[in-house]
């Protein structure tokens, strides 16, 4: 794992790597991973209503391209413990311009998993929004703002959100008194001329 000074666990996708990840049970199993911490292909089977079977197979093949790994300080006899690598990942110009029609398909399967995946959490916010407390609702945003921007501006503006939501405290660093899980989704995208 490689990591740049003050930057996350992040990953950069190339092409191999993203055709390994981009199916839709293997993303949400990472996501588990990275959000819930280690976990048995069976504790993943049940919280994602699949067999531990079908589990452990794309377990082994996210580790097989680096996205998962054994968890050596868990398990005993033949319970496997996985844990995520990477807090995240990325994808780089190469992907997303690449002339590969395979790569281009790996990656419009990333793109479409990963808003299923943000359009659902988001549900089940909404659907548990009463049972929260008010410090916690008041403390939420669902926004969207239509904006008339250049390429160059769009792309300022992307990089300022990303520093500024980077600036706080992930999960992988210190938890303050009173923290909680906390989603930020960032879309930003053009929209055709009216």
């Known amino acids: 794992m490689t990591e740049h000074p003050g930057e996350r666990s992040v990953r ?3 092409p191999r790597s993203l055709r390994g990840l981009a199916h839709p049970l293997r993303m949400r199993l990472l996501a588990e991973l ?9 504790q993943l089977g049940g919280r994602l209503g699949e067999s531990s079977g079908s589990t452990s197979y794309h377990l082994r093949q996210l580790a097989v391209h680096g996205f998962v790994e054994d968890d050596p300080e868990r398990g ?7 844990r995520a690598v990477h807090m995240g990942t990325r994808t780089t110009d190469e992907l997303i311009h690449h002339q590969d029609p395979e790569v281009r398909g790996a990656m419009s399967t990333l793109l479409h998993e990963m808003a299923s995946g943000h359009a659902l959490e988001l549900s089940t916010f909404i659907g548990s929004f009463y049972d929260w407390p008010d410090e916690w609702r008041d403390a939420s945003s669902l926004s969207d703002y239509s ?11 992307n990089k300022k959100l990303h520093q500024l939501v ?8 210190e938890t303050p ?3 909680v899980g ?5 879309h930003g995208f053009p929209r055709p001329a009216d």
């Open 12 to 14: 950069d996708l190339d």
């Open 76 to 82: 005993k006899g033949r319970e496997r413990w996985w």
């Open 166 to 173: 980077e600036s706080y405290p992930s999960l992988e660093d």
């Open 177 to 179: 008194e009173g923290a």
């Open 34 to 42: 990275r959000l819930r911490g280690p976990a048995t292909a069976s």
């Open 147 to 157: 904006l008339r921007l250049t390429p160059e501006l769009a792309r300022e503006l």
């Open 182 to 186: 906390y989603r930020v989704h960032l």
